[in-house]
Nanobody, 116 residues
Framework: QVQLAESGGGLVRPGGSLTLSCAAS????????LGWSRQAPGMQREFVAR???????VVAFPLKDRFTISGDNAGNTVHLQMNKLKAEDTAVYYC??????????WGQGTQVTVSS
């Protein structure tokens, strides 16, 4: 089993920045990807960004000019830096951990609200 601890959510004004962090613990040797998805009210969960093998960063194309993701070399922690936030970025952000086979692990989610 893998446990995911998320932190960094909150309320931010439009145009502001926020950093989300996710730390994996437990049997981390089985995972090869850590990342983030988000789900806005009434919408499907969507991919935001991920780090593969502790170093290869991938960000969803529509977010690439505002969001960046980084991870530690061990691949156990990722940080999602979100800049120039918009109201439409308001969502619950979920950390996920993938393994070569089997279902991914999910964190409990952290709320990000962008509002003036």
């Amino acid at each position: 089993q893998v446990q995911l601890a998320e932190s960094g959510g909150g309320l931010v004004r439009p145009g502001g920045s926020l950093t989300l962090s996710c730390a994996a613990s437990g049997n981390v040797s089985i995972i090869n990807t850590l990342g983030w998805s988000r789900q806005a009210p009434g919408m499907q969960r969507e991919f935001v960004a991920r780090v593969d093998d502790g170093e290869k960063a991938v960000v969803a194309f529509p977010l690439k000019d505002r969001f960046t993701i980084s991870g530690d070399n061990a691949g156990n922690t990722v940080h999602l830096q979100m800049n120039k936030l918009k109201a439409e970025d308001t969502a619950v952000y979920y950390c996920f951990a993938r393994r070569p086979s089997g279902e991914p692990f999910w964190g409990q989610g952290t709320q990000v609200t962008v509002s003036s």
